[in-house]
């Protein structure tokens, strides 16, 4: 208990850094300017990406694309409109319109050679 007592006061008698010398102020803004370049290259630029190729997907639907919307209702497009709507099948006598920015995930086309 005592040894951490003499560290304390040892480091508080030392002798204080030269007048001259001035913090290194440069070098911690250049740390901070890197760690924001290396955040927005792993972190904002590839959601970036990911967000303009799921708009271009949802721009170019057409009727009997597959689709999941935000609340997980998978469906088939069934009319898409010039607004911001579409309209889906999510069952045989089940149609839902639905805003184009609620689709989540278009699904890749079946393949009739599914076994």
Known sequence: ??????????????PAAPAGKAPDLMNMVVMMGGFAVLMWVLMIR?????????????????????????????????????????????DDNCKITVDKTAVVTVLPKESNNAA
């Open 1 to 14: 208990m005592m040894i951490p007592l003499f560290q304390i006061l040892a480091d508080a008698t030392s």
């Open 46 to 90: 590839p959601q970036r990406k990911k967000e303009k190729e799921l708009m271009a997907r949802i721009s170019a639907l057409k009727t009997g694309d597959r689709v999941v919307t935000i609340g997980g209702v998978h469906g088939v497009v069934s009319n898409v409109k010039d607004g911001p709507t579409l309209t889906l099948k999510v």
